[in-house]
């Protein structure tokens, strides 16, 4: 036990928590990045890692697509319009305007490269702790299910 006794022993310190507007920030340039990859190459696919139950019962760990939806449409005249989302929510950017016209479809790239430096300076923190919020309170809305007593 002399050994032991030359050692400090302490509490195991937390791991820092990080702020969760910079969690937020994170997770929307991730999309915007998604939409960035998707607007330069058609044939974009992003991937993820599943784990799948074969036939014999056996556990395999498979990479399979992802879908994405497209954050952008076209009106009849060729303009590009630009939809945020956060989630599946579209952000309100200022009162009652949710898109960006864009104009050209060449355009939509450096449009949204311009979004993802405003959310890294954290301009589009206040909007995304917003949509954020609207989770949460959908959340409690909803009503618990009781089981039923026979």
Known sequence: MSILTALAFVPLPRTSV???????R??????LEQQRELARE???EPTQRKWVVGADGTK??????????RWWRMD???TCFLVLRYGNRIITLTAGRTAIAVGSKRQLVPVIETVITATKTGELDAVLAAAQATFRADKQKK?????RRA
Do not use: L, Y
């Open 18 to 24: 990080a702020d969760p507007a910079i969690q937020r």
């Open 26 to 31: 994170a997770k929307f340039i991730k999309q």
């Open 42 to 44: 058609h044939g974009f």
């Open 60 to 69: 395999q760990m498979v990479t399979v697509p992802k879908r994405v939806r």
């Open 76 to 78: 009849a005249q060729g």
């Open 143 to 147: 009503p618990r299910r009781t089981a």
